[in-house]
């Protein structure tokens, strides 16, 4: 739909909200599809570095999930 700044900003508030709920520790799945959204939205806005980050911590998150 070519609405990528949107969605980085939906991403970027996602994230924020997660981070900021002092009722809520983050769910680790919840914040690796967070952060991997959001660096889907960097690179298809040609953000190569925000990209990069954000799929960083979306695989550490990944990285601590408990092995199923």
Same mark, same amino acid.
């Given at each position: 739909?070519?609405?990528?700044?949107?969605? /980085? %900003?939906?991403? /970027?508030?996602?994230?924020?909200? !997660?981070? +900021?709920?002092?009722?809520?520790?983050?769910? %680790?799945?919840?914040?690796?599809?967070?952060?991997?959204? !959001?660096?889907?939205?960097? +690179?298809?806005? /040609? %953000?190569? +570095?925000?990209?990069?980050?954000?799929?960083?911590?979306?695989?550490?998150?990944?990285?601590?999930?408990? +092995?199923?």
């Amino acid at each position: 739909m070519g609405k990528h700044e949107l969605a /980085r %900003d939906f991403a /970027r508030g996602a994230i924020q909200n !997660l981070l +900021e709920d002092p009722n809520q520790v983050p769910d %680790d799945e919840v914040m690796a599809t967070a952060y991997y959204n !959001l660096g889907v939205e960097n +690179e298809h806005l /040609r %953000d190569y +570095e925000a990209a990069k980050d954000c799929f960083a911590k979306s695989k550490l998150a990944k990285d601590i999930l408990p +092995e199923i």
